[in-house]
């Protein structure tokens, strides 16, 4: 027996078609090797999820830190968190949908995309003669706000969150179309609309202190305001056109593939959220159809899915006292990501591998033997786990249907030497291997070999 290393799955490709870009990597993703290891590239799990707080009843809408207190929107409330656990109920936010927040340091603004609102001096307040507001951004002491249905920004005075003046209004008119979001980068303001991005900046005049920035004006829209977040300082969104892009100055640069765009394109919302781990920059993406993101040290995607769930638990993100916090979607759990802890708060992190398609020249060719190169003898001392236990399946027909489930083991603890390998395979002119692995232990592969005469 020969065995040869075959192709690994570095991202999700799933895409049209399963025979021709089948790979899929579900609640894992890759790591690029920076020194001398044994492959380019590993895959492991992503990260399990370790309780920090629970908060209201939930879901999380927004999440913001302001000097060492943490602000959640949970369902209609605010609340102040500590550092000690102590939480403290502030008032009520109308509304159910994902909110955006800003502060100057003291006072706390928040966009539900209707009523505007202001914490100031511990007072929940929405300011006097500011109207309805799709989204808030901060800037030079300036609070600035979006209106609805408008292609107009109000402005606050100068740290003076709920005071504003009629004529204190600038107008965002490079294409016709209301104002969906706004994005604070660099101190300048990006504009989002259906349709275009407008930047604008503080330039201090008397009549308007915001002002567009020269000729910068990029034509192409946003699909969806949450779908616009800051990363290792740029702006990644959505576009109005269904693909997700990457500012590069006023340069809308392509980072999603055409698998991904398939799966966005029947899209009816875009929320993401981003964190860092261990030098990975994560940008999640939340569509009806499930979470894909995008790891901007790789420049790969993968999949998201939680025990039970079509798409990843988690919605929104945000770094205090040191740690990364991540809020539940669906109820008032907050958690930190942990790449040592195996299950997402007590429940299963199911890691599916698809490998891309084996190709036999169009022969038919025989696979006598297929190993899974993983980490073994990860098995726990008792109870799930103790022998864990990886499932691979196969299709010879472009992933329409597959072979029974065949399972091996990864090894018990201290099985440092057990090899997962599965004998006579059958004969194939085309095929799909995907692997699955449901107990929470460490789950880390270093490559796939075939024997394929």
């Not at 292609?151 to 294409?175: K, P």
């Amino acid at each position: 027996m020969a065995l040869r290393q075959i192709k690994p799955a570095l991202q999700f490709s799933e895409g049209r078609s399963k025979p021709w870009s089948g790979a899929k990597l579900l609640n894992a993703f890759a790591e690029k090797a920076d020194g001398d290891k044994f492959a380019d590239f590993a895959v492991m799990a992503t990260p399990g999820l370790d309780r920090l707080a629970s908060v209201g009843s939930g879901p999380v809408r927004g999440l913001r830190r302001m000097g060492d207190t943490l602000y959640v929107v949970s369902r209609d409330q605010l609340y102040a968190v500590t550092q000690a656990g102590a939480q403290r109920m502030l008032g009520y936010i109308s509304g159910d949908g994902p909110v955006r927040m800003a502060d100057n340091g003291r006072q706390l603004a928040i966009a539900t995309g209707g009523l505007p609102y202001v914490l100031s001096d511990g007072a929940l307040t929405s300011p006097m003669g500011l109207g309805n507001a799709t989204d808030v951004a901060y800037i030079d002491g300036y609070f600035l706000w979006s209106l609805t249905g408008l292609s107009q920004i109000a402005y606050s005075g100068i740290n003076q969150g709920t005071s504003y003046d009629a004529l204190d209004v600038v107008s965002a008119e490079g294409l016709p179309g209301a104002i969906i979001g706004l994005v604070a980068s660099h101190r300048e303001l990006y504009v989002l609309k259906k349709n275009s991005i407008e930047i604008f900046y503080n330039s201090g005049g008397a009549d308007n202190a915001f002002e567009r920035q020269g000729n910068a004006f990029i034509e192409r829209g946003c699909f969806d305001r949450d779908s616009a977040v800051k990363l290792d300082n740029s702006i990644q969104f959505m576009g109005d056109d269904r693909i997700v892009y990457r500012l590069d100055g006023y340069t809308p640069v392509r980072i999603s593939t055409h698998a991904i765009e398939y799966q966005l394109a029947s899209a009816t919302f875009a929320r993401a959220f981003t964190y860092t781990q261990e030098g990975h920059k994560f940008y999640c993406l939340t569509i009806d159809g499930g979470t894909f993101c995008y790891d901007l040290a790789t420049g790969t995607w993968h999949e998201r899915q939680s025990y039970q769930r079509q798409s990843y638990r988690v919605g929104c993100a945000e770094v205090i006292w040191g740690v990364t916090v991540l809020a539940d979607s669906a109820d008032g759990r907050l958690y930190t990501p942990n790449l040592d802890s195996l299950t997402e708060d007590g429940e299963a992190i199911r890691v599916v591998v698809g490998l891309p398609t084996l190709e036999a020249s169009r022969a038919r060719v025989t696979m006598y033997a297929f190993e899974a190169y993983f980490e073994s003898g990860v098995g726990l001392n008792s109870g799930a786990g103790s022998n864990p236990q990886i499932m691979m399946r196969y299709s010879d027909d472009g992933g329409r249907t597959w072979s029974n489930e065949i399972w091996r083991s990864l090894g018990k603890i201290g099985e440092y030497r057990n090899r997962s390998v599965w004998r006579s395979l059958g004969q194939f002119r085309q095929r799909s291997i995907e692997l699955t692995i449901t107990d929470p232990v460490r789950k880390f592969a270093m490559g796939y070999f075939a024997d394929v005469r």
